[in-house]
């Protein structure tokens, strides 16, 4: 699995790789990626069968040593690499794949989960206690990766993403894994590189997270001094601009990249 934590000034690489090296130990993967379904457009809401049974799915050729396997063996094994190199077949998310993954959400995680936000996904989330949108919107250029940039001019100091607004909690790690594991292919890939870990609280645990609108495809700046929101602490969930950003420019955040043996 690779994970991402949205990096603060002032939080410690050390304490997260601890925290998702356990994290890696305790999940006890198990899947098998050699007959999913590889098209995200084979998929559609109607669809209710599930791909797997409590920890396992039922698929034939199952890893002898599945259960053995390293978050970034389970992201090699799944080709997300070269998938998430192509860039042309990471297109934008459907309204179509954002309700698939809902609807996975509450089947495989919490069925009492509502998504009842009132702006759609392919838009983001009510921002700010509003029906409107924050103040983005998704693109893919031809030849760039997907990603966010500013619907309006934006001021140094305003809020642009409050994570707390748009993001799904995992209970634990096993609520992710059976979310991971009832997705095709290319969503396993995407959903493992938009999941990030958070501390609802300074004292808290972890929790897994994740983001089922286009608030997921923000991406990393190259140098973390390029970003252009972040948040002000390690616990934060909102994101402000750290300084003026223009319309149509690409909202940029800064990521540490957490991998596990």
Not at 121 to 140: I, Q, R
Not at 160 to 183: C, G, K, M, N, Q
Request: hydrophobic fraction near 35%; aromatic fraction near 12%.
């Amino acid at each position: 699995m690779i994970m991402y934590s949205h990096n603060s000034l002032d939080e410690t690489l050390a304490k997260i790789m601890m925290f998702t090296t356990c994290l890696f130990l305790a999940a006890r993967i198990s899947f098998d990626g050699d007959a999913v379904i590889d098209e995200f457009k084979h998929y559609s809401i109607g669809i209710p069968e599930p791909l797997f049974d409590q920890t396992r799915r039922l698929r034939k050729n199952t890893p002898a040593i599945y259960d053995s396997y390293s978050f970034d063996e389970i992201y090699n094994h799944f080709e997300c690499k070269a998938y998430a190199a192509d860039k042309s077949s990471r297109p934008v998310p459907s309204l179509e794949q954002w309700l698939f993954l809902r609807k996975q959400y509450r089947e495989f995680v919490d069925e009492t989960a509502s998504f009842d936000d009132l702006v759609s996904p392919t838009l983001g989330y009510a921002f700010g206690n509003t029906e409107e949108p924050p103040p983005f919107y998704a693109m893919k250029s031809p030849g760039k990766e997907r990603s966010l940039y500013a619907s309006r001019d934006i001021k140094k100091g305003e809020i642009v993403h409050d994570t707390t607004a748009s993001e799904t909690l995992f209970p634990d790690v096993y609520a992710y894994r059976r979310f991971i594991l009832s997705l095709p292919k290319n969503m396993v890939c995407d959903v493992m590189d938009w999941a990030w870990t958070r501390k609802l609280n300074e004292n808290g645990p972890d929790y897994v997270c994740l983001g089922i609108n286009i608030s997921s495809l923000i991406r990393t700046a190259d140098k973390e001094l390029n970003a252009n929101v972040r948040p002000e602490t390690n616990i934060s969930s909102i994101f402000y601009a750290t300084r003026d950003i223009q319309k149509d420019e690409e909202i940029l955040t800064h990521f540490i990249r957490l991998n596990a043996e």
